[in-house]
């Protein structure tokens, strides 16, 4: 076996970047949610911080796998490696940014009462943190069976924000004085929603990194179901709840 | 869907008792490009050279199994001339012969019998266009084919080919002698020609496989380990022995 170590080298220093960068992006979930619980400004703050530390890394590991493409030219599993990389650090970057909007949101609660006690909010938020949790544990294994686990799990986390809009519809038409909180809530909930998608990005590239096929996961747990995801491409949260 | 320009079954060949090919079975498109990889040694080019029987003239070469052309067996009943008319091939060397550009281009169909002059002109300008290098040679087609560049002599000898008028272009290695523009230059001309010739290239540049080929075959210790369409090969193979090839982590 003829070894290339300076290209070996360089994807395993690649891995251990998204390893880094994966456990950035579930610490900011936890300090979301804590956070969001305690209505803890500093901590949201914090979060705020972090986000813009945690672009920076996405920027560096992007430079880094362009330069790997254009010096080694990978081909094959390299190539899928590179390649999925370049996908992940997106979505770890979008949940990161979607910690710090909510973050921004528990800054603007700060000090109030909130309309009703948080459960489906937490529950929702523990389980799309799970998912990206479990995400990068497969990416971190390549564990197929791990990535599938993920991607089952989105439907569980679009019920439940199913669940969380109904409710929130329904006390806002019952009481306007709900209505600023509760379009607040609902962002949240969309954002936790956006959480667990990117999620299963990530779960599907893994997939892709080990087997070479992507459409099976989507055909799995999308189109076969007839549901309509909401706009892959959009992350604008207004546009999909109004 | 193409059609078959070869159909190559339980093709093996021998060099005395070395077995260099074993057991070929494969078929190759019509008016596509076909790529041969492998590390050296490993019967690619011997393979190539089965398709318009180079290889008889190597002595103690022993060949067995079929070479369907247009499902005409070229190792039964075979005119070898028109064969080699029919498939012409072009080497990793340049090698014009040492005459003018123009004697180099009608050498060919003069030896097939094309005596007039306008016609032999016509041929001429014809290849060269086609082979892109008129416009750098048309005013000095009398002068000496030496004096032209690695990269000119190389479209030089594939207007050679072109000349008399072939089927299927073989090329071995076509520009592992070339700097990268000339090579770029082949690599678009095999574009081109691949809409009127089918062509089968021997190349050790992967990237150059990948780049200009519809199929794509690995061979290794004369065997076909996997063939199949260049964008899967290079994507996901399904052979490790492909996979630890084009990743470079073959020894």
Redesign the interface.
């Known amino acids: 076996?003829?070894?290339?170590h300076s290209?070996d080298q360089g994807l395993d220093d690649l891995h251990l970047n998204l390893i880094e960068m994966g456990s950035m992006v579930e610490e900011s979930i936890d300090n979301t949610i804590l956070a969001l619980k305690n209505q803890d400004v500093e901590l949201a703050r914090k979060i705020f911080r972090n986000d813009d530390i945690i672009d920076d890394f996405e920027k560096r590991i992007e430079k880094k796998c362009i330069n790997l493409i254009a010096r080694q030219?990978?081909?094959?599993?390299?190539?899928?490696t590179i390649s999925t990389a370049l996908k992940i650090i997106t979505d770890m970057e979008r949940i990161a940014d979607h910690s710090a909007d909510i973050a921004e949101i528990t800054i603007r609660l700060s000090g109030q009462k909130f309309i009703k006690p948080l459960i489906d909010i937490p529950k929702m938020a523990e389980l799309a943190k799970l998912m990206v949790n479990k995400s990068i544990d497969a990416y971190v294994k390549q564990d197929i069976q791990l990535a599938e686990e993920v991607c089952a799990s989105d439907d569980e986390v679009d019920d439940l924000f199913n669940k969380i809009i109904i409710e929130l519809i329904d006390l806002m038409k019952n009481d306007p004085m709900c209505i600023e909180q509760g379009i607040e809530f609902m962002f949240i909930a969309k954002y936790l929603e956006r959480m667990a998608d990117h999620a299963t990005n990530i779960g599907e590239w893994v997939v892709f990194n080990v087997?070479?096929?992507h459409e099976r996961l989507a055909r799995l747990f999308h189109k076969e179901s007839g549901m309509d995801k909401h706009a892959e491409d959009s992350d604008d949260p207004a546009g999909t709840i109004l | 869907m193409n059609m078959q320009k070869f159909e190559i079954e339980q093709l093996n060949l021998f060099y005395g008792d070395v077995q260099a090919l074993k057991n070929i079975n494969i078929n190759i498109a019509e008016l596509q490009v076909t790529a041969l990889i492998g590390p050296s040694g490993c019967g690619k080019s011997t393979f190539l050279k089965t398709l318009n029987r180079m290889n008889d003239l190597i002595p103690g070469v022993r060949i067995t199994g079929n070479v369907f052309m247009d499902n005409e067996n070229i190792y039964g009943q075979c005119d070898i001339v028109d064969l080699r008319k029919r498939v012409g091939m072009v080497f990793q060397k340049p090698n014009p012969f040492p005459m003018s550009v123009y004697d180099n281009i009608s050498y060919g169909p003069r030896i097939h019998g094309v005596r007039s002059r306008s016609r032999l002109d016509e041929i001429v300008e014809k290849s060269l266009r086609d082979a892109v290098l008129w416009d750098e040679v048309k005013d000095r087609l009398k002068k000496s084919a030496l004096g032209l560049s690695g990269g000119q002599q190389q479209r030089l000898c594939i207007a050679r080919v072109l000349a008399v008028n072939p089927e299927v272009v073989l090329m071995d290695e076509p520009t592992s002698a070339l700097d990268p523009i000339s090579t770029l230059k082949i690599e678009d001309l095999i574009d081109e020609l691949k809409q009127n010739y089918t062509i089968i290239i021997v190349t050790h540049n992967m990237q150059q496989a990948g780049r200009i080929s519809d199929r794509t075959a690995f061979f290794l210790q004369g065997e076909i380990v996997e063939f199949d369409l260049t964008e899967k090969i290079f994507s996901r193979p399904v052979d490790k022995r492909t996979e630890d090839y084009i990743t470079g982590r073959f020894g």
């Open positions: 076996m003829v070894a290339r290209f030219q990978p081909l094959a599993k390299d190539l899928r087997t070479g096929e």
